[in-house]
């Protein structure tokens, strides 16, 4: 076999001496003989080759899976190969009393030689905190804050908060569906995530009305069941609110971490902001860095690693979906084309992979027991289980190998940092 270094893809040629074949048959055979029922023969009586001539198939079949992965596993070992996937065989050629031949295709980890990954140029990344960033902050803790008191001397308008029982009917539906109940809902008239057709629709309601109105939802609506439908719905309004946000006073820095001033409290913002900025860079620069070894390196990826790793991604995606309590059967993507954009990324993520447990190795960069079990710490303190119960658990899903490589990894990316030339930003 000559391997071919600009792709991942290799083939074998096998042959099993016609002996072997032979020594095997038979022991299936006598197998198949043991088994058998046969009329006119007592169980395990009938002559061998009645056997073999009438179970034949079945015999080849399990002859076949006996003695093809067990040859591929000796070509592999005297080989040195690493296949990733299932061989896929082909020219199978099986006689009795001849040798077993057959094609292997498969894929291999690339090869590769690792360039020079020390002393890495790259600029810094800048993160500013500017006053109005910590002035949106201020705001964002005023929200918070924020009270709703009921309006009772005019009718709702922009800005308000309606709250009411909603009951929609579609109304162009191709067959009869329930009517959709929704009850106790927050319709927050004029902002921008608000549908306009809800905020036109209950303009200018007091509390105790009813409202009737159509809202039409778009084509590309997450709820399949919504898409591209028009829904009447009558509102019945138990209440109209508006939100009153609190003084920027010291009283509200008080209120808000016990803080003495307004000053001492926008401060602590700053500081926190800029803590948070800090590592932003550091992460953001760490990111340019691995970009920059990956344009040193080119190698090709087996296909399966990709498939496989835009299966994770997609995974994790409708996980995602999951924990915000959306069915991902009801969504109307494109999963094709989200499966085609996912492919760039699930490529640098295999190939970054695959360099930095290379640099690993090189430095002798490894997890230590340790840090191993602090990551386990963590993960029990999230989950609200005991560290036992969650090595349990990763020891069963063969999770213990993924923080090990992810300690591997990070340990790496501080290495190539410390060993990296960082030019100040905006100097090249």
Known sequence: ???????????????????????????????FTRLARIPGFRPGKAPAELVRRRFWDDIKSEVLHSLIPSSLQNAFREGNLNPVGNPSIAELQFEPAKPLRFKASFEVLPEFTLGEFKGLSVEAAKVEVTDQDVE??????????????????????????????????????????????????????????????FSQGLQGVRAEEERQFNAPYPDGYPDARLAGQTVAFTARVKAVRRKQLPALDDEFAQQVGNYKTVQELTQKLRQDMQQAAARQEKELTQQRLLDEL?????????????????DMRLERRVRALVAQGIDPQQVQVDWAKVRRDQREGAIRDLK?????????????????EEEVASEIERLAQSSNQTPEAVRARLTKE?????????????KVIEFLHSQARIAAPGRG
């Open 398 to 410: 063969q999770g213990l190998d993924r923080i090990e490589s992810a300690i591997r990894s990070e």
């Open 352 to 368: 970054l992979g695959l360099l930095l447990e290379r640099i690993a190795k090189v430095e002798n960069l490894q997890s230590t």
């Open 136 to 197: 949106q902050e201020l705001e964002r803790l005023r929200e918070q804050a924020a009270t709703y008191m009921p309006v009772e001397d005019r009718p709702a308008e922009d800005g308000d908060t309606v709250v009411a029982s909603l009951v929609g009917v579609v109304t162009n539906a191709k067959e009869k569906r329930e009517p959709l109940v929704l009850d106790e809902v927050e319709v927050h008239l004029g902002e921008e995530g608000t549908m306009e057709a």
């Open 1 to 31: 076999m000559t391997p071919d270094t600009n792709t991942c893809q290799r083939e074998l040629e096998i042959e099993i001496p016609a002996e072997v074949v032979e020594k095997e048959t038979q022991r299936v055979t006598r197998e």
């Open 294 to 310: 990956l344009s040193r390196h080119e190698f090709p990826l087996p296909e399966a690693l990709v498939q496989h790793q835009i």
